[in-house]
């Protein structure tokens, strides 16, 4: 092969990573949507919620623990799912600092009609691969991070169409 299509083919290589890196942000931004749209629901909410229908009750800092999320931006969630009526709040009668949150009768019709969050596709059939395979595909995605020069930020590992640094984005999307 010879140098000129030596770099060409180093050209289509690195083009078809980038449009493989376009297709999943998309992707994720297209699945936000299908939520909002559909449901009236964003990712994490529909997370949270889940999480809480799991349990009869449970506490914010658990919801918290339970989807990694930090507990200022549960707190947000909740006060917009509480607003529209999806869930409920309950003091502790022991501890009045803490509150108990459980979802309405009108979020278990919701919660019968949705999708699961685009994570617990992604989670079940990455759980299919070879250990191997697993392991390639993280080596891969680190390096990409690495290569993009992407600063270091605390995420989650939700997938989400929001700017997980951005709070104007979190209160558009969360």
């Avoid at 914010?60 to 931006?73: D, F, R, W």
């Avoid at 509480?82 to 803490?98: A, I, M, N, P, Y």
């Avoid at 697993?134 to 929001?162: C, D, F, H, N, W």
């Amino acid at each position: 092969m010879t140098e000129d299509e030596n770099t060409m083919m180093k050209k289509m290589i690195c083009n078809d990573v980038l449009i493989a890196i376009r297709r999943i942000i998309q992707s994720v931004d297209l699945h936000s949507r299908y939520l909002v749209r559909h449901f009236g629901l964003t990712g994490p909410q529909l997370i949270i919620l889940q999480e809480i229908s799991k349990r009869k009750e449970v506490s914010i800092s658990e919801i918290a623990k339970a989807v990694s999320l930090g507990q200022p931006t549960v707190t947000g969630i909740l006060e917009r799912l509480e607003g529209r009526g999806l869930t409920t709040r309950r003091r502790s009668e022991q501890d009045k600092r803490k509150v108990f949150i459980s979802i309405t009768e009108e979020c278990r019709k919701l919660m019968e009609k949705t999708p699961p969050p685009m994570q617990e596709h992604f989670t079940n059939a990455f759980n299919c691969l070879q250990d191997w395979e697993q392991s390639m595909i993280l080596a891969s995605l680190q390096r990409i991070v690495k290569l993009m020069g992407v600063r270091p930020i605390a995420v989650e590992p939700i997938l989400t169409g929001a700017d997980p640094i951005s709070e104007e984005s979190e209160k558009l999307f969360f």
